[in-house]
C-alpha cells in the first residue's frame, strides 16, 4: 500500500511560482547621494551667513601725512607699482657708479616709467626729474599743461646705513640686511615744483598700499596732545633735525 503524501514530487504550486529570485545586494548608492547632498546644503547655509555677519577690520595706522592707494585713479595705482618696482634697478646702478642715477640714466636702462615706452599710454606725458640729497634721492614726476584729474608723484629711496635721513622715514629700528628705504609721495598739483626734503609740510601724502607692513608698525595716531598743543604727529613733524644740546649745569 503506498502512501501519497500532498505535494509529492512537486515543490508546492507552478513552475513560476518555484523559480528562486535573486535579489541584488544593496549598494548603498541612495544613501551617498543624499548624505552629499545634505553636506551641500549645511555648506551652503555656513557661506551664507559667513557672509551676513560682518568681521570686524583693524583700520589703518594711517598717519596724517599719509593715504592708501585705493584712492588713487587705477593709471595712478599702476604707476604706483611702477616706482615701486623701480628699486631694484636704482639700487644696482648706483652699486656700480657710486652716485644716485639720474632720470635720463634710468631711462637709458630701459627702467619704467622713466622710459615712457614701457608704461602705458595714460602715463606717457609724465616728465621726470631726480634731485641728489647724498643720503636720499628723489625722483619728481610732473605733468606738463593743465589737467585737473593727473597729480604729481615723487619717488624716494633713502639710504638708511647713511648718516643722515630725511623725515619722516620707517625709522632706526629697521632691518639691518636692508640698504634703501623706498617712499612713494604724491601731491594734487600735477606741475608742482620741487619742495625739497620735507614733504608733509608742503602738502605731500605718503601713499601706502593697505598691505604695507609699516601700516602695523608704526604706532596710531593718538589723541593727546604735543608740547605745543598740537597733535603727537604735528609734534614730531615740528621737531628740529638735530634737537638742542642740554644746557650745562649749574656750577
Known amino acids: 500500500m503506498s502512501v501519497s503524501l500532498p505535494g509529492d514530487g ?39 551667513r559667513a557672509m551676513l555677519v560682518s568681521v570686524p577690520v583693524a583700520e589703518p595706522r594711517l598717519q596724517p601725512y599719509q593715504r592708501l592707494d ?6 595712478e595705482q599702476t604707476l604706483f607699482r611702477t616706482l615701486l618696482a623701480a628699486e631694484y634697478d636704482i639700487i644696482e646702478l648706483r652699486g656700480r657708479s657710486g652716485f644716485w642715477p639720474d632720470a635720463g640714466s634710468l631711462a637709458d636702462a630701459f627702467v619704467p616709467p622713466f622710459d615712457a615706452t614701457l608704461v ?17 634721492v628723489d625722483y619728481l614726476g610732473r605733468w606738463p599743461g593743465p589737467d585737473d584729474a593727473a597729480q604729481a608723484f615723487i619717488l624716494r629711496l633713502i ?7 630725511p623725515h619722516p622715514h620707517p625709522g632706526v629700528d629697521y632691518d639691518p640686511e636692508q640698504l634703501v628705504a623706498i617712499q612713494v609721495w604724491s601731491h ?32 596710531a595716531p593718538a589723541e593727546p596732545a604735543g608740547p605745543s598743543g598740537s597733535s603727537p604727529e604735528q609734534w614730531f613733524l615740528e621737531m628740529p633735525a638735530d634737537p638742542p644740546a642740554d644746557p650745562p649745569a649749574d656750577p
Not at 523559480?19 to 553636506?39: D, I, N, S
Not at 602705458?120 to 636720499?136: I, M
Open 10 to 48: 512537486q515543490l508546492g504550486g507552478t513552475a513560476g511560482e518555484n523559480e528562486m529570485r535573486r535579489v541584488p545586494p544593496a549598494t548603498g548608492r541612495g544613501e551617498a547621494v543624499g548624505l552629499l547632498g545634505a553636506l551641500f546644503v549645511i555648506a551652503l547655509v555656513l557661506g551664507v
Open 70 to 75: 585705493v584712492g588713487l585713479s587705477l593709471d
Open 188 to 219: 594734487p598739483d600735477a606741475a608742482t615744483a620741487y619742495p625739497g626734503e620735507r614733504l608733509p609740510e608742503a602738502g605731500w601724502s605718503w601713499v601706502l598700499s593697505a598691505d604695507d607692513p609699516l601700516l602695523s608698525q608704526q604706532p
Open 120 to 136: 602705458p599710454p595714460a602715463l606717457r606725458n609724465y616728465r621726470w626729474g631726480a634731485y641728489d640729497g647724498g643720503s636720499w
Open 159 to 165: 639710504d638708511l646705513h647713511a648718516g643722515y635721513h
